[in-house]
């Protein structure tokens, strides 16, 4: 049969109706697929005919009306000019008709001559007035109506009568009774219509939305409807509301879908959950015949293309479409129809976690399974979901023990605040006896890291007792055992002595053997300093690492035994990936870890600037109270990075900020520890910082972690004394140390010789910091570089050697701009002209000595300054003595009264 536009379609029954005008009667039948613009051609055509001199007279068929008898037939005759005789006669014969057919009679001699007598009424008003009869959606006319038209439609070949009736061509109506019935007769006409090709929906979308708009989006709208009229309309809309599919084309799916039936819809609901046709004729309990046709009617509707909706809106509209009830029904029953054929886990697990049930044994296993490939993956939320949905579901305690450790390590890579929920119940499942090894190992550092320490401890007591462990908790344990070595070393007299098969080096899982290694690495980092071949297994287990499920551990131990054995730099690229490849995983707590341990990788670079960034955005992922423990890093580097930048105000929340108790039993303790004593010495708390460096030092002893490079404590602490007006002791301290120092610890020993010039005999200061100053430029930190240089102008200009000390200026302050160490960038800054000093040369005086000074000059005495720094007298006297020495003066009358200006 061929196509029709709408155009051609309307031409043909235009001729038609010119000659049912002139006796000679005719029949149309109108079919095409849903939204063709068959009630739209009907329509047009009534109103053609009454322009024409002909009567229309017409009826629409409705599935709510399907068993009213002779309900479409009434439709048409109550409509029609009659005398009120006839139109009694004609009421009684409907009621006649009607009662019978509800009565349940077959269609015996009374029926028929009822039939013939209501289109003897039709024929007889015809003789007087030509008559054009519609019909819309016949396939939904009641059996009666339907056998009165083909009725009549055999005895209008010669009256002035044109039925023309619509159907859509999917339906059973194609093969029916009536539509054979009409088809055969000679003097009837199929016309069928189809959907609009590419140029006419770009004409369509151009009346609607002009020419510039077609050509923008009416490409799309064709791809996104098949032509499909309601469609592109609702496309349309939708385009310029919203610029793209939206309410309006779900609004038009659905209403495609109901005009459709039961049939279609059904199919569409099951293609809706099951995302592809396989299987959608088992789930809507179907024959494969039937749900074919459906599909394939549903296709030729523009609903779909390839067996698939056209735009995941129109799928996403079909199962908001369902009530809840049917929605859990059908995803429980596509789990079911999924797992049995072998579908991914990821599928079944879907439909699982959308049926929100799971308490079959199977369903478990798949959630599991399908968690466990989302975690490799990077799909970190479907994985929690999945298992919880599985821990929910699961009958057995210890396996349901397994999946909450599983489901605490997955949380933890979004937030490891997330698990602490489920800690207490992981806790009560191991006194149960059904944790095992390993997993007892995961809730101690959980426990740990949220500072429960007396848990942690039991947890790790009790792994004595769990007897002999599997190939997985032996690998647990000594993972374990390392990671403890490098980060909570007073935790491990609490771990079982290792059994004979660890100590004789058991074949651990390779993922295992990589953590222990990387742990170690670390630890040798911590405890011996620099070496190379540290540095070489840092970058091989590097190179061979990615963000998986369990690896997160060996890259962070592998950068950090980079970064403590003084090759910051070559930690940074590799950070700088492992960062992007966390946020491409969407794995906030990683990405949040990571960006610590880049903190501290520019804070050793000299980088303050960049060091806060990433503390801040570390703290900003993951606030402050979901750290645990780890909350020292992030926050040291940024009392470390805003003491190096003079930036007290903005540093002060970190100081005050509340810590977990149990931080000062790890290494993050100590990393805390340094920051807020190298704050306190900016403030001039020197008293104060010189306490929490030797707690720093001894902590570092007893636990064995005490490589410069990690945290040269010591090297503050000599400064303290000096600040303290205690420079043999500052002295002696340095001494000692440098003479155990790592000779590779380039920067460590920098920042040592100049701390050593400051204590030690004038004559030997310039000597000593230019030492400093080889030894930092070597190491790579620009920030203790620039104030080396600083002490060393200041050195230069003591000994009368302005011009040297003029050359460093202009390279002590580019560094102090590169690191934005405000502090020095002021005191560096060109212009000063105190009194005594040769002209365009500034003595250099610290923040701390500045404000001191500056209420000096006031008129302040020393125990105002006192009361308004909050600073002992001691330290007033001893920046002041610093003071005047700096600017060659004897008493506060001679203090520049720029000092005053500038601090104002």
Not at 211 to 230: D, P, Q, T, V
Not at 710 to 725: N, S, T, Y
Not at 811 to 819: D, F, P, S, V, Y
Not at 860 to 865: K, L, Q
């Amino acid at each position: 049969m061929a196509e029709h536009d709408e155009r051609q379609g309307m031409a043909l029954l235009r001729d038609l109706l010119d000659e049912a005008v002139t006796c000679r009667g005719r029949i149309a039948v109108v079919t095409g697929p849903i939204a063709t613009g068959k009630s739209h051609l009907l329509y047009a055509l009534t109103e053609h005919a009454l322009d024409h001199g002909a009567l229309p007279l017409t009826a629409t068929g409705s599935r709510a009306e399907r068993d009213l008898p002779l309900g479409v037939l009434a439709q048409l005759l109550r409509n029609t000019p009659m005398t009120d005789a006839h139109r009694t006669i004609t009421t009684d014969l409907l009621r006649e008709g009607a009662r019978a057919q509800l009565a349940g009679e077959t269609l015996d001699h009374v029926d028929v001559q009822i039939v013939d007598a209501l289109c003897t009424v039709l024929l007889e008003l015809s003789a007087r007035c030509p008559l054009l009869i519609t019909v819309d959606d016949a396939h939904h006319a009641d059996r009666a109506s339907q056998l009165c038209l083909a009725y009549l439609a055999r005895r209008i070949r010669y009256a002035s009568i044109m039925l023309v009736v619509s159907a859509p061509d999917h339906h059973a109506h194609r093969s029916s009774a009536f539509h054979t019935d009409l088809l055969r007769q000679p003097h009837c006409r199929p016309v069928r219509l189809s959907h609009l090709s590419a140029e006419a929906v770009a004409r369509r979308v151009a009346e609607r939305a002009g020419e510039k708009a077609a050509g923008r989006y009416a490409a799309r709208c064709h791809e996104l409807s098949g032509g499909n009229r309601l469609l592109v309309d609702a496309l349309v809309e939708d385009h310029e509301a919203v610029g793209g599919p939206g309410d309006r084309y779900a609004e038009a799916v659905l209403t495609c879908l109901h005009s459709a039936g039961p049939g279609m819809l059904l199919a569409a609901r099951g293609l809706a959950v099951l995302g592809e046709p396989a299987g959608v004729a088992r789930l809507i309990g179907e024959s494969e015949p039937n749900a074919a046709r459906s599909l394939q009617a549903l296709e030729r509707a523009g609903l779909l293309d390839g067996g698939r909706f056209r735009h995941e809106s129109a799928r996403s509209a079909v199962l908001a479409s369902l009530d809840a009830h049917d929605r859990v029904d059908l995803h429980r029953r596509a789990a079911e129809l999924t797992y049995h054929e072998g579908a991914p886990a990821g599928v079944v697990a879907g439909h699982l976690l959308l049926a929100g049930r799971a308490s079959d044994a199977w369903a478990v296993s798949v959630l599991e399974e399908a968690a466990g490939q989302a975690l490799r993956d990077g799909g970190v939320e479907p994985a929690i979901e999945y298992l919880k949905l599985a821990r929910e579901g699961c009958g057995d305690e210890r396996r349901r023990a397994r999946i909450a450790t599983t489901l605490v390590r997955a949380m933890w890579r979004i937030n490891p605040s997330g698990p602490a929920g489920h800690l207490a119940e992981l806790t009560k499942a191991l006194h149960k006896g059904h944790l095992g090894g390993g997993d007892a190992v995961v809730l101690a550092k959980a426990l740990l890291w949220h500072g429960h320490v007396a848990d942690a401890r039991d947890v790790l007591d009790h792994l004595g007792e769990l007897g002999d462990l599997d190939r997985d908790g032996l690998a647990e344990l000594a993972v374990a055992r390392a990671w403890l070595r490098g980060t909570c070393p007073s935790f491990l007299p609490h771990l079982p002595e290792p059994s004979e098969e660890e100590s004789a080096g058991a074949a651990h899982p390779l993922g295992a053997s990589r953590r222990i290694e990387s742990a170690g690495t670390l630890v040798r980092a911590l405890t011996e300093g620099p070496c190379p071949e540290t540095v070489a297994t840092a970058e091989r287990i590097l190179r061979g690492s990615r963000l998986d499920e369990m690896s997160m551990d060996t890259v962070e131990s592998a950068l950090l035994a980079l970064t403590y054995s003084g090759r910051p730099d070559r930690a940074a690229p590799w950070c700088d990936a492992f960062i992007e490849e966390a946020a491409s995983r969407h794995a906030p707590s990683r990405q949040a870890r990571l960006s610590a341990i880049r903190a501290e990788i520019g804070l050793r670079s000299g980088d303050l600037a960049a060091a806060t960034r990433d503390a801040r955005r570390a703290l900003e992922i993951i606030p402050p109270g979901g750290w645990g423990v780890a909350v020292g890093a992030p926050l040291g580097v940024l009392l470390l990075a805003g003491a190096g930048m003079s930036r007290q105000e903005e540093a002060l929340p970190y100081v005050t900020h509340p810590v977990p108790e149990a931080m000062m039993e790890t290494r993050f303790g100590l990393l805390y520890l340094h920051g807020k004593a190298r704050f306190d010495l900016m403030a001039g708390q020197a008293g104060q910082a010189l306490r929490d460096l030797r707690l720093c030092g001894e902590r570092m002893a007893a636990w064995g972690l005490d490589s410069a490079e990690f945290i040269p404590w010591w090297v503050d602490a000599a400064e303290c004394l000096v600040r303290l007006g205690e420079p043999d002791e500052a002295r002696r301290l340095l001494e000692d140390r440098l003479g155990s120092c790592h000779r590779r610890s380039r920067r460590v020993q920098g920042m040592a010789m100049r701390v050593l010039a400051a204590a030690g005999e004038s004559r030997r200061r310039v000597v000593l910091l230019l030492r400093s100053a080889e030894m930092l430029q070597a190491g790579g930190d620009r920030y203790e570089l620039a104030r080396t240089l600083f002490d060393l102008i200041e050195a230069y200009h003591a000994i009368g050697e302005f011009r040297r000390g003029g050359v460093l200026m202009r390279r002590a302050r580019a560094l102090a701009q590169e690191c934005h160490a405000d502090g020095l960038i002021r005191a560096l800054a060109p212009g000063g002209d105190y009194d005594g000093e040769p002209p365009g040369v500034r003595p250099i005086l610290s923040d701390a000595e500045r404000r001191v000074a500056a209420l000096a000059a006031e008129g302040y005495s020393n125990r105002d300054i006192s009361a308004k720094l909050y600073i002992t007298v001691s330290t007033v006297e001893q920046h002041l003595t610093r003071v005047y020495r700096k600017l060659n003066v004897s008493r506060r009358a001679e203090l520049p009264s720029k000092l005053v200006r500038e601090h104002a």
